[in-house]
């Protein structure tokens, strides 16, 4: 069983940074490809990026890329997510997941488990 906390959302102005952690716990961390979702109130639920077990290959959505980078420390159970250049299209609740395969997914679906999520307000 794996169980993941998201934390570092705020409000913040467009154009400024934040970074999200997820910490996780169980076994299986540093063998599971990773992922962070969001979804904006009245919509559904988004992908936006996804990083392999080891950390060397990652996915993003086109709307992020450039400006968003996900990592994974596996030492420390952690996963981040660094948001720079924040838009106010970029607020939702962002929700971190794990899915028991090494490889990266875009799909919700490939995921088994999920955090609580974390508010993220981006102000014009």
């Known amino acids: 069983q794996v169980q993941l906390v998201e934390s570092g959302g705020g409000l913040v102005q467009a154009g400024g940074s934040l970074r999200l952690s997820c910490a996780a716990s169980g076994p299986t961390f540093s063998s599971s490809a990773m992922g962070w979702f969001r979804q904006a109130p009245g919509k559904e639920r988004e992908f936006v990026a996804s990083i392999n077990w080891s950390g060397g290959t990652t996915l993003y959505v086109d709307s992020v890329k450039g400006r968003f980078t996900i990592s994974k420390d596996n030492a420390k159970n952690t996963m981040f997510l660094q948001m720079n250049s924040l838009k106010p299209e970029d607020t939702a609740v962002y929700y971190c997941?794990?899915?028991?395969?090494?490889?990266?997914?875009?799909?919700?679906?490939?995921?088994?488990?999920w955090g609580q999520g974390t508010q993220v307000t981006v102000s014009s």
């Open positions: 997941a794990a899915r028991a395969s090494y490889y990266t997914s875009s799909e919700p679906g490939a995921y088994s488990y």
